[in-house]
């Protein structure tokens, strides 16, 4: 079976194309990732990110490249067909700003693809919030990443405009995650954060509840935000 994110990505790349757009901006592009996955697919293809040496591996490959903010983007109002992010809002300090930028810049609209968790189930509540503790470590070395969005806090900032139409789709192909893999970098990131007690205490609750119920990957959810005709 292939990789589960190999599926969801072929699946967004799909619903990118679909609009047989001609030029694609990607927020976060990091190691271009995305861009790759559509490169012949439209005349323009440019990534954004906010790391110098992501711009300079992108500008490396082939692709046009800027270094910059998603929450300030250095574009003219439609100047792309379609704006996409791919696994990045939860990296975003101020989801409102960058989705207002996004808008701007675009002709047609948004797509949308990031982490998604059914918390209805209990192995995924596990896994969720194994993800969310993981997280606040991060956030301790100072990088931006926050818990993931739901659909309602994804399109929050354009629900009350009357010029856009949106629909999304939540897909989870369950597959069980290792809590061996769990342990292993659960001990890791302890370590980073100096064996904290309380942080120790809420991985043991977490490793138990792994035993007790299991866990499984995250799922994603995939958004498309238009601009009405």
């Not at 990534?47 to 591996?57: E, F, M």
Request: net charge negative; with cysteine; glycine share 8%.
């Amino acid at each position: 079976m292939p990789d589960i994110f190999d599926i969801y990505r072929d699946e967004f790349r799909a619903r990118v194309l679909g609009g047989r757009p001609r030029a694609i901006l990607e927020v976060g592009s990091g190691d271009g990732a995305f861009l790759k996955t559509v490169q012949g697919e439209a005349g323009r293809l440019c990534g954004l990110d906010p790391s110098a040496d992501s711009v300079a591996r992108l500008k490396g490959d082939g692709f046009e490249a800027v270094q910059g903010s998603a929450e300030t983007l250095p574009f003219q109002d439609g100047e792309f067909d379609v704006v996409v992010f791919s696994f990045t809002p939860h990296h975003i300090a101020d989801w409102t700003a960058a989705l207002g930028e996004a808008m701007r810049v675009s002709r047609n609209g948004v797509e949308i693809m990031d982490v998604w968790y059914d918390d209805t189930v209990a192995d995924q509540r596990t896994a969720h919030d194994f993800d969310r503790w993981l997280k606040t470590i991060d956030r301790r070395t100072g990088m931006v990443h926050l818990d993931t969005l739901s659909p309602a806090e994804l399109i929050a900032p354009m629900i009350a405009r009357r010029d856009v139409t949106y629909d999304y789709v939540c897909r989870r192909i369950a597959a069980p995650q290792s809590i061996d893999e769990t342990m292993r970098l659960g001990a890791e990131y302890l370590a980073k954060a100096g064996e904290d007690a309380e942080l120790k205490r809420a991985f043991d609750d977490i490793v138990a509840r792994a035993h007790r119920d299991g866990m499984t990957d995250e799922g994603c959810i995939q958004m498309t935000i238009e601009k009405r005709r």
